[in-house]
């Protein structure tokens, strides 16, 4: 059984008292659900230490927003996955949409920067998703395929298998528009379905234990039909994530979609 994962991206967002009182509110609500969800959350670079702190050993785990793909170097502005390892960091997000777009990420760079943190034992969240064009084009599975590729060719499935996907489209992220569940069902399913067809030992083993999430302006009041999707495993949430009333219910909604989880839960 694959243990949902809500994992909260705060982007270029947050002060030192804002984080404080966000991770205040959070808490009391987050922590009951630690047993039945991973939850995570992805702070900025500054605040890495002050968040870590807040969350002390509550269960609920720091991430990085990105992570270099070298080791260490003349690299301005970038931070390594040794960096992020000793502030804390479990999860590392890599591959996300704005990173590709508005820095010129290749598929390339981000399969290298997944296989520098996986090698340092943490979880690569990859982010693949298309754009508005690409799926007007009839593009997404071609486009989502290719960056999905790139990371096998480097790390290959087993290595891919040590991480978690996240599926984005482009069109959906701070829009206020979201893909319909037959959309985000239709190429979850597809993930799944390439990834087992990959000409690799335990691949359809693989397929079947991969996280896969869903992000794009995922709310409460959309949370439940998307997540009670057979190959949705949880969410990768922006702008939500900001608000500790959104955040937990959104965690609270991925709660109500695990029955056996929260059974198994409610007997310990």
Same mark, same amino acid.
């Given at each position: 059984?694959?243990?949902? /994962?809500?994992i ?5 967002n947050?002060?030192?008292q804002?984080?404080q009182a ?5 808490l009391p609500?987050?922590?009951p659900?630690?047993?039945v969800?991973? /939850?995570a ?6 605040y890495?230490f002050q968040?870590?702190?807040l969350?002390?050993?509550? !269960?609920i ?11 260490s !170097?003349?690299?301005t502005?970038? %931070?390594?996955?040794t960096?992020l390892?000793?502030?804390?960091c479990?999860?590392?997000?890599v591959g996300h ?8 990420e290749?598929d390339?760079?981000?399969?290298a920067r ?6 340092l034992g943490?979880?690569?969240?990859l982010c693949v998703?298309?754009s508005?064009q690409?799926r007007?084009?009839g593009r ?10 790139a990371v096998i060719?480097?790390?290959?499935l087993? !290595?891919?298998?040590e991480?978690?996907?996240a599926?984005?489209p482009?069109w959906?992220i701070g829009?206020?528009k979201t893909?319909?569940?037959e959309?985000v069902?239709?190429?979850h399913?597809? /993930?799944?379905q390439?990834i087992a067809?990959?000409?690799e ?7 079947q ?6 992000g794009? %302006? ?5 949370a439940?039909?998307i997540?009670?999707?057979d190959?949705?495993?949880? !969410?990768? /949430?922006?702008?939500?994530?900001l608000?500790a009333?959104?955040f937990s219910a959104?965690?609270e909604?991925l709660?109500t ?12």
């Amino acid at each position: 059984m694959r243990k949902p /994962i809500l994992i909260g991206n705060w982007k270029m967002n947050g002060s030192l008292q804002s984080n404080q009182a966000l991770i205040t509110r959070l808490l009391p609500r987050l922590r009951p659900l630690r047993k039945v969800v991973d /939850i995570a959350v992805c702070p900025p670079l500054p605040y890495l230490f002050q968040v870590r702190d807040l969350l002390g050993y509550t !269960g609920i785990t720091l991430g990085a927003q990105n992570a270099s793909g070298f080791v260490s !170097g003349a690299y301005t502005g970038e %931070s390594s996955a040794t960096m992020l390892k000793e502030m804390g960091c479990v999860y590392v997000l890599v591959g996300h949409s704005e990173r590709r777009s508005l820095y010129g990420e290749t598929d390339a760079d981000i399969a290298a920067r997944f296989a520098a943190v996986r090698g340092l034992g943490m979880t690569p969240v990859l982010c693949v998703g298309e754009s508005l064009q690409d799926r007007e084009s009839g593009r997404t599975v071609e486009v989502v395929q290719a960056q999905i590729q790139a990371v096998i060719n480097k790390v290959g499935l087993a !290595g891919l298998a040590e991480g978690v996907l996240a599926y984005e489209p482009v069109w959906a992220i701070g829009t206020g528009k979201t893909a319909t569940p037959e959309q985000v069902a239709e190429t979850h399913f597809g /993930i799944r379905q390439f990834i087992a067809g990959c000409c690799e030992p335990k691949a359809k083993v693989v397929s079947q234990a991969l996280r896969i999430l869903y992000g794009g %302006s995922v709310k409460p009041a959309n949370a439940v039909a998307i997540f009670s999707l057979d190959d949705v495993d949880g !969410g990768l /949430i922006g702008g939500a994530s900001l608000h500790a009333d959104d955040f937990s219910a959104i965690a609270e909604a991925l709660v109500t979609t695990c029955p056996e989880a929260v059974g198994e839960s409610e007997s310990h």
